[in-house]
């Protein structure tokens, strides 16, 4: 181990690992995870993995390559999707705070590994070669390895409402596990219609009952579905949202096409989504019906060599399945090229 990295190690223990790291100044971190990367940059550009994907997911798999001392590329262009989100909840440890403190300290710790680079920058094309893959970045620079895995979460697609998207993880919200909490027994809307809503409906009811389902249209229910958000005392208001008034990212009020106005303190909405590259279906990684780079229980795609984690191959999209996810891939691939090898 370089006196370098010992010395960070031992800097970041000190006086407690959460409150040392979180009083590191950034410029301090930078200035570790910088020397790192320029050791491991100047001597390695072939790479045993590179991870498309820098965030939690494509952290967790480093951590599990790195303490197996397998040369590791992340590349990552830094706009994880939760980004916007003032406080993230729901992960053991880190419950409440920002997205950025939970990632700052993942990669502080990653860092510490000595076979772990970092790359700055955006992946745009991913090839497969005679004894692995080669990846290109925007601003042109090649890197190859053995192995590849894609922790590239997905892009959610902002509705044409006026507002939404400033709210977007602030008030308006995906996830009642994430965000419901902080807005119980409080006013609250759901924009959603058909099974989607009615799979919602009794987990937001948990936390407040005064809901209201926003269906933009024709509400789509079965008899069933109807007898039951009736008997719950749900309003369903089938008008079509223009705009949702805000300050700073807190709901005022949404605005309906005919002109009236529902005051709200927060709303769900299940938006589209798309992967944030095409890199694996270039490879030929298989997608689900839903969108997602289909993989097995162990992450692998069907790709020789090629591993998916995180948002981009989950439905069950949260912080601990992002690391859970990448756990795992990173432990397979490293399983894997120790059976080659051996
Ligand atoms: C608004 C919002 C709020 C949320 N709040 C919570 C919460 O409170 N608690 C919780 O548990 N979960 C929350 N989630 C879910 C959680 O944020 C995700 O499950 C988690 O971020 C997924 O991690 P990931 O690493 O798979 O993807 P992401 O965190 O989205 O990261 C993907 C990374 O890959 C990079 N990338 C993508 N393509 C490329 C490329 N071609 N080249 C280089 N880099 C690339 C991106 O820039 C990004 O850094 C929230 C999600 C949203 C949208």
Redesign the pocket.
């Known amino acids: 181990m370089e006196a370098k990295n010992m010395k960070r190690r031992d800097f970041i223990k000190s006086g407690g690992l959460a409150l040392s790291t979180f009083a590191i100044p950034f410029s301090i971190m930078d200035f570790f995870t910088e020397s790192n990367k320029k050791n491991n940059m100047n001597n390695q550009q072939k790479f045993d993995a590179i991870i498309?994907?820098?965030?939690?997911?494509?952290l967790s798999a480093a951590m599990a390559l790195g303490r197996s001392t397998r040369n590791t590329l992340v590349?990552?262009?830094?706009?994880?999707?939760?980004r916007?989100?003032p406080?993230?909840?729901?992960?053991l440890t880190q419950d409440g705070q920002t997205?950025k403190e939970i990632a700052t300290l993942g990669k502080a710790q990653v860092a510490q590994y000595p076979t772990i680079s970092f790359h700055d920058?955006?992946?745009?094309k991913g090839t497969k070669t005679t004894d692995g893959f080669e990846v290109t970045?925007q601003s042109g620079k090649v890197f190859t390895s053995k192995k590849l895995i894609f922790?590239?979460?997905?892009a959610?697609e902002m509705p044409d409402i006026e507002g939404f998207a400033e709210c977007?993880?602030i008030s308006v919200?995906?996830?009642p596990?994430?965000?419901g909490y902080e807005y119980r027994k409080q006013k609250t809307a759901l924009m959603a219609n058909g099974e989607t809503a009615f799979h919602m409906i009794p987990l937001i009811h948990n936390l407040t009952d005064q809901l209201i389902v926003l269906t933009q249209g024709k509400a789509d229910f079965s008899e069933e579905q109807w007898q039951k958000i009736k008997a719950h005392k749900v309003e369903v208001i089938e008008k079509e949202i223009t705009a949702v008034k805000h300050q700073k990212g807190h709901i005022e009020k949404v605005v309906f096409k005919d002109g009236t106005t529902l005051e709200l303190d927060a709303m769900y909405a299940a938006i589209p989504f798309k992967q944030?590259?095409d890199?694996p279906q270039a490879l030929g990684c298989e997608m689900t019906e839903q969108g997602y780079i289909q993989v097995d229980d162990f992450q692998k795609t069907n790709i020789a060599g090629v591993y998916a984690?995180?948002?981009?191959a989950t439905r069950m999209?949260?912080?601990?399945?992002?690391v859970y996810q990448?756990s795992v891939a990173g432990a397979m691939l490293n399983g894997e090229l120790s059976h080659e090898i051996f």
Not at 52 to 57: D, E, F, M, P, R
Not at 75 to 82: M, R
Not at 151 to 154: D, L, S, Y
């Open positions: 498309i994907g820098g965030s939690y997911a494509g590349i990552d262009n830094g706009k994880p999707c939760n916007q989100t406080h993230s909840h729901n992960f997205p920058g955006l992946a745009t970045t922790a590239t979460g997905i959610d977007w993880g919200i995906h996830c596990y994430c965000h944030h590259t890199i984690c995180g948002d981009n999209r949260s912080v601990a399945n992002a990448g």
